[in-house]
């Protein structure tokens, strides 16, 4: 039974807490909050994907991507690796198709990425 909560909670990136507004988006196991409904329409997500949890469940959700996630955000170009809770600038399109190819980069909203100190540069 707990395998199937734990592939539903993971199937679906949208979630919020079932008392509060904010949704985020998980990518990488971490939460990324959507500031507000036109990023999250210009995201190209879907209202009815959003999937109500606790705020203890939504609380537990990490705010450090696992190593090896690629994110980039929105509106700029830079995408980055993670690596020990660090964004590591991936410099080339040969570094983002060694570490898994554009489809693997994720996209969260401008400021996003603020948060996590600078690693090393990736060629």
Known sequence: MRLQWFSRITACPLRKAANNATVYVVYGGAKFAIPNPTVFNSL???????QSYSAAVIAAIPNVPRDETMLR???TAPVYLMRAGAKCHVLSSDGVLKAGGWGMVKVVPDGSLAKFPPGSDIP
Do not use: S, V
């Open 73 to 75: 955000e929105q509106h």
């Open 44 to 50: 190209g997500f879907k209202w009815n994907a959003i």
